[in-house]
């Protein structure tokens, strides 16, 4: 077992956890914080796997964009709701 | 200068453009319609490897015999889809020709990577054809489970790329060919890919999305996903059952059972329904369910046909049943009682494509429908015969059913005006079954051999 | 290791695409499942001693051991195409809102 | 009760996939991928027998340092044209599907942005785009490219949005924009089908390994799609923060 090994073992375990609370969570914007805090470790796993290219698109992309328009559809809806 | 890629980079540099003028669009999409449909009588059959690189490295094209009758058939239909129905839906201009750049390359792709791409960039635009619906649940069902779909097919693909290492089609199949590897290993990644295709090729029981799809559907969304689309994946798929799957042992005997229970269960649902597009949505999922279940026992010719026949007979039927539909704001089997009283033409062509997909004499289904089962015959597949026999039986019920009502004049008078260019496209399509049914002699002339995946693999990698 | 929990990541997804009724908790747990599928894609391409598969002027030469670039460039294409479904779908769920003034697939009758 | 049946079944089936890909001897263990079996070993060696070497070798077979580049832009440049499309079509979406309504206004933030937001926001502005041009314009030799850099670019849009709840970008450029790059695109694909014999071949010379002016068509195709996914994305993002006007 080497240095990466631990990292790694933490870093799924941390992952699989906030998953399931993704999944489960009732709150609709905790759980779409959740679904961002595991893609942010998704990157940590791709800088670990040595994918620079790929933990750039995804901090990017997928953590960044998909979070910002999960909350702007989360604060439409919360406007209508209020009307 | 004369490459396939232009039946798919064309569409493509259309769509691009199109959304530069509202106005230009729908004249682009017509005029490449029909361009692409020429331009297929002038390109040669061959490997195309884009950006020059040698076959395992880049993406290639592939066309031969097979994915030339797949193209002829899927750019004609969307053609005609496109031609009635483009005055209508203006603004979907640019999504039916990036669509029909995903279905030129789902057929013609040689690269199981590249495949991937083009079944999510047909979905996308499968769903927002369907978006026209009005009805976003069902709409965003069909999202959701498509894209399950693909992701199970990229995870069987990735396994498949751990053990092998290469993604391109050809290479994959002379692999698993020379690696001498022991069968349990594909179980998982066949098994896998099989599920994903097949919830895009609307088997049961992955198919809950086609349910709110059809159901619903009007003269754009129903023809496209249920004989373009439909004969576009289902084209596709056999391609890979034929040459990259291996069923072997339990895996088989798993997928027949799957299959028939998916024939079954099709037809047993068209006949407790009553409502018209609900009858001829069970119908077609119990046929693609045939169509890949004769891909499997390796009966390519005439599951082919079976695609065909059946891709025109549905483009008449959700035509005719979509277009009433519209007009009457109902498809209960009741209140389209009397539709062909004085649409007689209509009523002809409806007539004739039902009892075509029935596979009556005199037309093209009923020679189809031999041919396969002789061939089934002869692979001694004798309980798949005899479930078939049923399946047709309780189809013949519920067909013969809905024609006598929607012959029988009923007290209401019925005003549904079907123009000229529906009456045009129903009189060539029934000529058409009418004239392969009684003249069957160009269907005899080809065999299994127009799939020639695994000749030229002979020929790149032994000389 | 990281290999099986993205496998299992992919299964949560899965888990998380049976259970729930709210079409915005579906779209996460999409994500979830396409996430753990990158990060099992990567994971066929690593090599412990390898390094990033880019030529720099430190690591300048071809013979060095890097990781598989194969399944990064694949999975740069997946999540780009995960963002077009993921927006679509938030799209069509802005829609079934303002329609139906629901988020709950039971609450919406449909059929 | 029912959750608890569904995840013992999902887990299960989980625990079935980790099993048969452990008991699967051809599938490379977790760590020591072969790429000697692999196609990518001609990636890596840009199919020459010679050891490429940064910065010295000059007109190799694809041209840029960042060998993951040379699969995205050069070797499987034809899925990145599809994951053009994809991006593209989910975009023409997204204002199909929200942006149909005659009458639009912004979305109002609950929040009064303050002047320092504001301040801030228009300093970060241009540190942002200038990163998304730097990424999109390395992308051949460093991580990154047309993708990320579009995005960042496109999330300084969104930062702008943000500060100012009356913002809208004016859309007719960016769809005109969007448009040219991705046509762009495809017809130098088309070149190379005239020019040489293949589409999307990289007709110009490949340079040395490491310049910034290197690699022939690919920086041209990244500068491309930086702009073509920036515009886009920007668009998305006013789709989604608009809403109907309601008298």
């Given at each position: 077992m080497t240095t990466i090994d631990y990292i790694m073992i933490v870093l799924s375990a941390l992952l699989l956890v906030i998953a399931f609370l993704a999944v489960s969570e009732k709150k609709l914007i905790k759980s779409v914080i959740f679904l961002s805090a595991v893609s942010m470790l998704s990157v940590v796993a791709f800088v670990v796997m040595k994918a620079p290219d790929v933990a750039l698109t995804e901090a990017v992309i997928g953590s960044g964009l998909v979070t910002a328009l999960f909350v702007f559809t989360l604060l439409s809806i919360k406007k209508e709701e209020a009307k | 200068m004369m490459s396939a890629i232009l039946l798919i980079a064309i569409p493509l540099l259309a769509a691009f453009l199109s959304i530069l003028s509202k106005k230009v669009a729908p004249v682009l999409l017509l005029l490449v319609g029909a361009a692409n449909i020429v331009l297929l009588m002038f390109i040669p059959s061959e490997i195309i490897n884009i950006g020059g690189?040698?076959?395992?490295f880049g993406i290639n094209l592939f066309l031969d015999s097979y994915a030339r009758i797949a193209l002829y058939l899927v750019n004609g239909l969307f053609f005609i889809v496109t031609l009635l129905n483009v005055a209508e839906y203006k603004k979907l201009s640019s999504i039916l020709l990036v669509a029909l750049a995903a279905l030129n390359g789902l057929l013609l792709t040689g690269d199981l990577f590249n495949l991937f791409v083009f079944l999510e960039i047909a979905g996308i635009a499968a769903y927002l054809i369907t978006s026209t619906n009005r009805k976003p649940l069902s709409t965003f069902n069909y999202l959701v489970i498509g894209t399950v779909g693909s992701s199970l097919y990229l995870f069987g693909l990735m396994i498949l790329y751990g053990m092998f290492?290469?993604?391109n089609l050809m290479d994959m199949i002379h692999e698993i060919q020379t690696a001498g590897v022991a069968y349990g290993a594909l179980i998982l990644p066949f098994f896998l890919m099989f599920i994903g295709l097949g919830i895009e090729a609307k088997l049961l029981p992955f198919n809950a999305w086609v349910k709110g799809i059809l159901k619903h559907s009007n003269t754009l969304s129903g023809p496209m996903i249920a004989s373009v689309y439909a004969a576009a994946i289902s084209l596709m798929f056999g391609r890979l059952i034929s040459n990259l799957f291996q069923f072997e042992g339990k895996l088989l005997t798993v997928v027949v059972v799957l299959l028939i229970a998916g024939v079954i269960l099709g037809e047993a649902m068209a006949f407790a329904s009553k409502k018209g597009r609900e009858i001829l949505l069970f119908s077609s999922i119990s046929q693609a369910c045939i169509t890949v279940l004769l891909f499997v026992n390796g009966i390519i010719i005439w599951a082919v046909y079976l695609v065909i026949a059946n891709a025109l007979s549905k483009l008449v039927l959700y035509l005719v049943v979509n277009k009433a539909a519209k007009d009457l704001g109902s498809d209960d089997v009741d209140d389209l009682q009397g539709l062909f009283a004085k649409n007689i033409l209509v009523g002809i062509a409806f007539t004739v494509a039902a009892l075509s997909v029935l596979g009556l004499?005199?037309?093209v289904g009923f020679v189809v429908k031999l041919n396969y089962l002789t061939q089934l015959a002869v692979a001694s597949q004798f309980v798949v015969i005899g479930l078939i026999l049923v399946a047709s039986i309780v189809e013949g019920i519920y067909f013969v059913k809905l024609l006598v009502k929607l012959w029988y004049p009923s007290e209401k008078t019925i005003n549904v005006k079907f123009n000229l260019p529906y009456k045009a496209v129903f009189a060539v399509v029934t000529l058409l079954i009418v004239l392969f049914g009684t003249y069957s002699d160009p269907l005899d002339?080809?065999?299994?051999?127009?799939?020639?995946i695994q000749d030229q693999i002979g020929v790149i990698y032994n000389g | 290791m990281i290999q099986y929990a993205a496998i299992l990541l992919m299964m949560i997804g899965l888990y998380g695409l049976l259970t729930n009724r709210n079409v915005i908790k579906i779209i996460v747990s999409l994500n979830i499942l396409e996430i753990g599928l990158n990060i099992f894609i990567i994971s066929i391409g690593f090599v412990y001693d390898g390094i990033a598969p880019i030529l720099t002027s430190?690591?300048?030469?071809?013979?060095l051991i890097f990781v598989d670039p194969l399944p990064q460039a694949l999975v740069l294409t997946a999540i780009v195409i995960g963002v077009g479904t993921t927006a679509l779908g938030l799209a069509f769920v802005k829609n079934i809102y303002s329609k139906?003034?629901?988020?709950e697939i039971d609450e919406v009758e449909e059929v | 009760m029912k959750k608890l049946l569904g995840f013992i079944l999902t887990i299960g089936l989980g625990l079935l996939i980790i099993f048969a890909l452990e008991g699967n001897a051809l599938f490379d263990d977790f760590g020591y991928?072969?790429?000697?079996?692999?196609?990518?070993s001609h990636y890596i060696t840009k199919g020459s027998d010679v050891d490429i070497i940064f910065g010295e070798?000059?007109?190799?077979?694809?041209?840029?340092?960042n060998i993951v580049t040379s699969i995205v832009?050069?070797?499987?440049s034809f899925d990145t044209l599809g994951e053009v499309t994809v991006l593209f079509i989910s975009a023409l979406g997204v204002s199909l599907l929200l942006g149909s309504a005659v009458t639009q206004k912004r979305l109002s933030l609950d929040f009064k942005p303050n002047f320092m937001l504001r301040v801030a926001s228009r300093a970060l502005f241009g540190i942002i785009i200038m990163t998304g041009v730097y990424v999109t314009l390395h992308g051949h030799l460093t991580p990154g490219g047309g993708f990320p850099g579009g995005t960042m670019i496109a999330s300084a849009m969104l930062l702008l949005y943000l500060a100012d709840d009356q913002f809208r970008a004016k859309i007719k450029g960016f769809k005109i924009l969007e448009g040219v790059a991705g046509s762009l695109y495809v017809v130098i694909g088309l070149l190379g089908l005239v020019?040489?014999?293949?589409?999307?071949?990289?007709?110009l010379p490949n340079g040395t390994?490491?310049?910034?002016?290197?690699?022939?068509i690919i920086p041209i195709i990244y500068i491309l799609i930086g702009l073509k996914v920036g515009s886009e994305i920007s668009g998305v993002i006013d789709n989604f923060l608009t809403e109907e006007e309601k008298q």
């Open positions: - | 690189f040698a076959l395992p290492g290469t993604l004499p005199l037309f002339s080809l065999d299994n051999g127009i799939d020639t | 430190t690591n300048n030469s071809s013979a139906y003034n629901t988020l | 991928a072969n790429l000697d079996d692999r196609v990518s070798t000059v007109d190799p077979e694809s041209g840029p340092a832009v050069d070797y499987r020019v040489g014999t293949y589409f999307l071949q990289n007709f390994v490491g310049d910034l002016l290197s690699s022939g």
